[in-house]
């Protein structure tokens, strides 16, 4: 038998890094029959991808120049759920892909789930909100477009929404939403800089280690420090986002919003797509 990390390289090459940040690690590589992918799983494998697999695969997985896409391409659709599990488990050797050994067997079967909504393998959910509506308030009254983008429209000081909604439900989003306290994502960690020659900049810190920083101000920027050269560095703890949209926007605002932010991932659109295909007749 081919071990599956072997398999997994021999398939997509050696440019995977899935959840290539990803502070965690996985004790399962079963060759059993696929997991089940629950609502619960499926919420804790979402934070867990993007909070920190999205800075390599992108949060709808559509891949990047770090890693490929494991949302569209072919090759991964077709592993079983036990060889995707293998692969997070084993690694890639000589790559960025790294043997995850501390998860759970449920918390590995919540991100090769969230893995299999991305690609748009779970059904569509009944949807209470217009998301034609929902469209109009992300990118006006919401002013949501102004930090985050959506099928590259919008900003960049927030995470790319493309993929949000793939597997989430609209009661988890419109939580999300209006959440008060929020712990800001990797790579959009807000902070003040003050130069060695006395320049104050505000914006995002992209990556860090513990001799320098890439920084991105909020123009659009990007900069390169060594940290010994660095006045000052201010690390906000709170995100940027908002947190009066309870206020801001009513009970049906928010359905509306939460409905586009789920019709607009790309699994949506490829099932809207095959529905089409298959209503058209030959």
């Known amino acids: 038998m081919v071990p599956t990390c072997k398999l997994f390289s021999a398939l997509i090459g050696s440019s995977l890094v899935l959840c290539g940040a990803l502070g965690l690690s996985v004790s399962l590589a079963q060759q059993g029959s696929s997991p089940k992918h629950s609502n619960v799983s499926l919420e804790a494998g979402r934070k867990a991808y993007n909070s920190s697999c999205a800075g390599c695969h992108g949060l709808d997985g559509s891949g990047s120049d770090k890693a490929v896409n494991i949302s569209g391409g072919a090759r991964v659709r077709q592993l079983s759920d036990s060889q995707l599990a293998g692969i997070i488990s084993n690694g890639v050797p000589g790559t960025g892909m790294p043997a995850f050994r501390n998860l759970s067997e449920a918390e590995t079967r919540a991100v090769v789930g969230y893995v299999r909504s991305l690609q748009g393998k779970l059904k569509a959910q009944t949807l209470s909100g217009d998301a034609e509506r929902g469209k109009q308030i992300f990118f006006g009254k919401g002013e949501c477009a102004s930090c985050h983008m959506i099928s590259g429209q ?87 986002m908002p947190t009066d949209y309870s206020e801001r926007l009513s009970a049906g605002e928010l359905d509306d919003l939460a409905s586009y932010l789920i019709t607009a991932s790309p699994a949506a659109s490829a099932r809207k797509t095959q529905r089409k295909d298959e209503e058209e007749p030959e």
């Open 154 to 240: 919008g900003g960049f000081l927030g995470p790319d929404l493309s993929g949000y909604g793939s597997n989430a439900s609209a009661k988890a989003i419109r939580d999300e939403i209006v959440k008060l306290r929020r712990a800001p994502a990797h790579g959009y960690r807000s902070a003040i800089l003050v130069t060695s020659d006395g320049d104050r900049m505000e914006g995002l810190v992209r990556n860090e280690d513990n001799f320098s920083v890439q920084f991105q101000t909020r123009d659009g920027s990007f900069y390169f420090f060594e940290k010994s050269k660095l006045r000052s560095m201010e690390l906000r703890e709170n995100s940027l």
